[in-house]
């Protein structure tokens, strides 16, 4: 059920193929719960700027056997339009994951504040370079 707050990532890497490098990681995070993973597409972008995508079952069997533990509860969610936007974001030859996850750690929380009569007014993620800047602004005094 996708009744949590969705976020999604682009990632992208030099050269055009996945490592899989970060695989680990993700699965780390579906087993301990704390996220699952909705939509998983590959961008590739050639040389030429030419695109492929790859969703987790057109993968080779080798590639899909690494994904199947995180591929459990995911579905096509992207649209065409997505990947497109996602792709046109990426330099020439290079290779990207678009993930889309569900916020399992959320779920308790969200109990919480509503058992309490509560409700969440408003959610956001602030940048990196945001806060980055922020903290030398303060440094700078």
């Given at each position: 059920?996708?009744?949590?707050?969705?976020?999604?990532?682009?990632?992208?890497?030099?050269?055009?193929?996945?490592?899989?490098?970060i695989?680990?990681?993700?699965?780390?995070?579906?087993?301990?719960?704390?996220?699952?993973?909705?939509?998983?597409?590959?961008?590739?972008?050639?040389?030429?700027?030419?695109?492929?995508?790859?969703?987790?079952?057109?993968?080779?069997?080798?590639?899909?056997?690494?994904?199947?533990?995180?591929?459990?509860?995911?579905?096509?969610?992207?649209?065409?339009?997505?990947?497109?936007?996602?792709?046109?974001k990426?330099?020439?030859?290079?290779?990207?994951?678009?993930?889309?996850?569900?916020?399992?750690?959320?779920?308790?929380?969200?109990?919480?504040?509503?058992?309490?009569?509560?409700?969440?007014?408003?959610?956001?993620?602030i940048a990196?370079?945001?806060?980055?800047?922020?903290?030398?602004?303060?440094?700078?005094?």
């Open positions: 059920m996708l009744d949590l707050p969705l976020e999604y990532a682009l990632i992208g890497f030099n050269g055009n193929k996945f490592s899989g490098k695989v680990p990681e993700l699965l780390d995070l579906a087993q301990r719960e704390i996220v699952r993973f909705v939509d998983i597409v590959f961008i590739e972008k050639d040389e030429d700027g030419s695109t492929r995508t790859v969703e987790l079952n057109d993968l080779d069997p080798e590639a899909y056997e690494i994904f199947v533990p995180i591929g459990e509860h995911v579905s096509s969610l992207f649209t065409n339009d997505d990947l497109q936007i996602a792709a046109s990426l330099n020439n030859n290079s290779a990207a994951v678009l993930i889309l996850w569900e916020n399992l750690w959320v779920a308790n929380l969200r109990k919480a504040i509503q058992d309490s009569g509560g409700q969440l007014v408003e959610r956001a993620q990196p370079e945001i806060v980055e800047q922020f903290l030398k602004e303060i440094a700078a005094g």
